[in-house]
């Protein structure tokens, strides 16, 4: 069983930063693909970015080259640095673990207006 926590969302401005945090129990992160998804209201969840045990990296065409995904293996913990926000990167923010099963967090809501 794997449990996830996320923090660091928010409110923030158009333009500016925040990053984001998910911790995970358990001793399969490691080998785990971690990825953030997202949900605004009245839209589907979808996926914003993984990231692979090994490293890779895929990104949503609308994150990319704002957002970046990484991992601490020592801490189990994954992050998403999110710069140069916009108001349609408002929502809750999910974060998932595939391993032997899926997982997710409760989510942390991410505000981004003036």
């Known amino acids: 069983q794997v449990q996830l926590v996320e923090s660091g969302g928010g409110s923030v401005q158009p333009g500016g930063s925040l990053r984001l945090s998910c911790a995970a129990s358990g001793r399969i992160f490691s080998i785990a693909v971690m990825a953030w998804y997202r949900q605004a209201p009245g839209k589907q969840r979808e996926s914003v970015a993984t990231?692979?045990?090994?490293?890779?990296?895929n990104y949503a065409d609308s994150v990319k080259g704002r957002f970046t995904i990484s991992r601490d293996n020592a801490k189990n913990t994954v992050y998403l640095q999110m710069n140069s926000l916009k108001p349609e990167d408002t929502a809750v923010y999910y974060c998932?673990?595939?391993?032997?099963?899926?997982?997710w967090g409760q989510g942390t809501q991410v505000t981004v207006s003036s």
């Open positions: 998932h673990c595939a391993a032997y099963g899926n997982y």
């Open positions: 990231i692979t045990s090994g490293g890779s990296t």
